[in-house]
């Protein structure tokens, strides 16, 4: 088998890089071991959210100037970032995957706890606001489901009413889950949502809702709707007469979930192949150039040119031991790492390590000693140079980075 281009890695960076490749009429493959971080998504994405102080960030495109040089985002050029983040967008938008935001000025989202958390672009139907805390809105009704313990209702309602809304809280009980409640590792956002795929289980939603929310201007709900319907979000609001909102449940994220399905569909439409399960564990190479993989399947298969969009440690792209300390297990690519120390004491410190991880040349060419791999590329989570926690860039990174390597690969 021989394609134009293979990404080893199937999560937001792969298949953006993926999509950006097939739709400029490519012959691209995806090589991934299983599910990305995606399953852990909050529903937004950051482009650049917080200070070095940890303070939230107005306009990111601002802000990315003063980056370090060694930055990813200062890599592609600070000039570049915009029209990235539109095209971006436009991946997005091809795989009817709705958000909103601006690029020029972060907005905030809530969080599971009910703290609002700045950001860059949030899916739509989430329960968000321009300003860091208030909303254009006085009285919210907070619903859970019977049984529910990844939604933390009472928390939720104590930082609203922070931000004076006026919350009242109530529980629905769905009978189709009644027998999951038996065992709580089965009663997860992603049952609830299949559950609530079923018109019936939406206008039980609905009853409960009209019973119990008296005149609250808008109903919030975890972030369980629409798995697979598109249009329940919408059913719900027309049948309660009133705004329906999300917040993000702790992962599983179906939010993340839809958005992983959704841009393995259109890669796939675009005509872009992917091997779901195979673990790349092999390769060759001739004069610094890479000429194929092989994976867990003993499945052999070369190209032009390869991407390596395998994570950080969480997606696998990154591993480490005792003895030989952080390294890319694939192709032994060298590994940037700013600080001597990992780790430090107060765990609630930006930890070094998180900025350690692939070196790469300005066109995020992979570096093995000290030389750029002619054909081998590297975005997302796995670059080095950036703290995605500290800074909130994990997606922006992820999907900017991956648009750049598409483009230095078309230009070649
Ligand atoms: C808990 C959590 C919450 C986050 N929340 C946010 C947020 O709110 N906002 C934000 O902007 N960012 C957030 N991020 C960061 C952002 O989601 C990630 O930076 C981004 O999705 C990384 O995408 P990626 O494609 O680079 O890597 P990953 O999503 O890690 O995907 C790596 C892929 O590579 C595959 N793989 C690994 N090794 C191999 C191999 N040897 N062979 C084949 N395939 C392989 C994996 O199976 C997976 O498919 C969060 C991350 C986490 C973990």
Not at 35 to 58: E, M, Q, R, V, W
Not at 131 to 140: L, R
């Amino acid at each position: 088998m021989r394609y134009d281009t293979v990404i080893i890695g199937g999560g937001l960076s792969g298949l953006i890089c993926g999509i950006e490749l097939a739709r400029k009429g490519k012959q691209a493959a995806i090589v991934a071991t299983g599910h990305s971080t995606l399953h852990f998504s909050s529903g937004s994405f950051g482009l650049l959210s917080k200070d070095s102080n940890g303070n939230a960030i107005d306009n990111p495109l601002e802000a990315i100037k003063a980056l370090d040089a060694n930055h990813p985002y200062s890599k592609i050029g600070a000039d570049r970032v915009a029209e990235l983040a539109d095209v971006a967008t436009q991946c997005l938008n091809i795989a009817e995957i709705a958000t909103n935001g601006s690029t020029d000025k972060n907005h905030f989202i809530a969080t599971p706890p009910g703290t609002l958390r700045c950001c860059w672009r949030s899916i739509d139907g989430m329960l968000t606001s321009e300003c860091s805390n208030s909303f254009d809105f006085k009285s919210v009704a907070l619903f859970n489901f019977d049984g529910f313990i990844d939604f933390y209702t009472e928390f939720i309602a104590s930082q609203l009413r922070g931000f004076s809304l006026e919350v009242s809280c109530h529980s629905v009980e769905i009978p189709e889950l009644v027998v999951r409640r038996d065992n709580p590792t089965e009663m997860r956002s992603t049952t609830i949502a299949r559950a609530l795929d079923k018109i019936e289980n939406i206008e039980i939603l609905a009853k409960a809702i009209n019973d119990k929310a008296g005149e609250a201007q808008v109903v919030i709900l975890p972030a369980v709707l629409g798995l697979y319907r598109k249009d329940t979000q919408a059913l719900l609001e027309k049948a309660v007469n009133r705004k329906v909102l999300t917040i993000n449940t702790v992962p599983p994220s179906v939010e993340g979930i839809k958005m992983e399905r959704a841009l393995k569909s259109v890669f796939k439409a675009m005509g872009g192949t992917i091997f779901t399960g195979h673990t790349v564990v092999n390769h060759t190479v001739e004069d610094n150039t890479i000429t194929s993989i092989t994976t867990s399947k003993d499945v052999t298969v070369s190209a032009e040119h390869f991407v390596l969009a395998t994570g950080s440690f969480i997606g696998g792209g990154l591993d480490s031991t005792h003895q030989e300390g952080i390294f890319e297990p694939i192709f032994g690519a060298d590994i940037e790492q700013k600080e001597e120390q990992y780790t430090l004491i107060d765990i609630f410190e930006a930890q070094p390590f998180m900025c350690s991880g692939v070196a790469t040349d300005n066109s995020f060419k992979v570096l093995k000693n000290g030389t750029a791999i002619d054909n081998l590329y590297a975005c997302g989570a796995i670059l080095s140079g950036y703290n995605p926690v500290k800074e909130g860039s994990g997606a922006g990174v992820a999907m900017l980075t991956a648009i750049a390597v598409a483009e230095n690969i078309l230009n070649r």
